[in-house]
T-cell receptor, first 116, second 109 residues
Framework: GAGVSQSPSNKVTEKGKDVELRCDPI?????LYWYRQSLGQGLEFLIY????????KSGLPSDRFSAERTGGSVSTLTIQRTQQEDSAVYLC??????????????FGEGSRLTVL | RKEVEQDPGPFNVPEGATVAFNCTYS??????FFWYRQDCRKEPKLLMS???SGNEDGRFTAQLNRASQYISLLIRDSKLSDSATYLC??????????FGKGTTLSVSS
């Protein structure tokens, strides 16, 4: 389809393992965002990529979290040495430009991470 | 203090009721404001933008009060299909959208 695609849709891992989550944004969208949502909680901003600018990493909760965006398209969120509190749904979104005018982010269906 | 605060609810209302949600934001530099809707186990989707002059879309009216740093969403003639979580969202210049935790609405017949 033409929407934001995320993989895996579900990931169960053991505490201490590393995980990689992938996001394919909508073609042509210059902005890409990662959020996470824990059970019963709102969306927590993690990181934001806009074109070729340096990413806004201000939301990353610890240095175990990192993300990259290759070729201005696909993004990978990496969590090292996972902890149980990392369990959440990780949502990726994209937008065609700076979002402050339209406010419209196009979200993927999310990657549900469970750390045992 | 959270950047965006909402009453979590739940708001349980009968069909046809009018319901209002409120939201406050802490950063006076916030520039743009939105309401998103999130259905259970689904991704959030943009519902509408919020302007100081007010914004109406059918049964939905959104209002912004910059002086009070307060945003509202009014839903008239509630439908069963309006049952969802409503997320208040603000944007501060050159940053990503900041989401509130959401207010849950349940409309019953």
């Amino acid at each position: 389809g033409a929407g934001v695609s995320q993989s895996p849709s579900n990931k169960v891992t053991e505490k201490g393992k590393d995980v990689e989550l992938r996001c394919d944004p909508i073609s042509g969208h210059t902005a890409l965002y990662w959020y996470r949502q824990s059970l019963g909680q709102g969306l927590e901003f993690l990181i934001y990529f806009q074109g070729n600018s340096a990413p806004d990493k201000s939301g990353l909760p610890s240095d175990r979290f990192s993300a990259e965006r290759t070729g201005g398209s696909v993004s990978t969120l990496t969590i090292q040495r996972t902890q149980q509190e990392d369990s959440a749904v990780y949502l990726c979104a994209s937008s065609p430009g700076q979002v402050r005018r339209t406010g419209e982010l196009f979200f993927g269906e999310g990657s549900r991470l469970t750390v045992l | 203090r959270k950047e965006v605060e909402q009453d979590p609810g739940p708001f349980n209302v009968p069909e046809g009721a009018t319901v209002a949600f409120n939201c406050t934001y802490s950063n006076s530099a916030s520039q743009s404001f939105f309401w998103y809707r999130q259905d259970c186990r689904k991704e959030p989707k943009l519902l509408m933008s919020v302007y100081s002059s007010g914004n109406e879309d059918g049964r939905f009216t959104a209002q912004l009060n910059r002086a009070s740093q307060y945003i509202s969403l009014l839903i008239r003639d509630s439908k069963l299909s309006d049952s969802a979580t409503y997320l208040c969202v603000v944007n501060i210049q050159m940053t990503a959208l900041i989401f509130g935790k959401g207010t849950t609405l349940s409309v019953s017949s």
